[in-house]
Nanobody, 112 residues
């Protein structure tokens, strides 16, 4: 079955960190550019970070300097390291492969 499965979400205090993982099955992520999107309640889904096949990356202005996207093609997994989290980072985070293919999402809640 071709799918992306996110994990690593949860509840964290402001200023804390989380590491999201996106594991693929049925496809090889190495041939696709990958991205993380997020959707907060009542808002449109937005791009958080993107990583190309050659490893170059792009970030939304709101997360630059705090989030890092990376990929491990051998493990067929993409990561999103999130540091200095803010309440406005609260959202469901989705993994996306430029196939196109979406994961089901993982909830991130930043709250004291």
């Amino acid at each position: 079955q071709v799918q992306l499965v996110e994990s690593g979400g949860g509840l964290v205090q402001p200023g804390g960190s989380l590491r999201l993982s996106c594991a693929a099955s049925g496809i090889s992520l190495s041939i696709y550019s990958m991205a993380w999107y997020r959707q907060a309640p009542g808002k449109q889904r937005e791009l958080v970070a993107r990583i190309s096949r050659d490893g170059s990356s792009h970030y939304a202005d709101s997360v630059k300097g705090r989030f890092t996207i990376s990929r491990d093609n051998a493990e067929n997994t993409v990561f999103l390291q999130m540091n200095s989290l803010k309440p406005e980072d609260t959202a469901v985070y989705y993994c996306y492969a430029n196939k196109p293919l979406w994961g089901r999402g993982t909830q991130v809640t930043v709250s004291a």
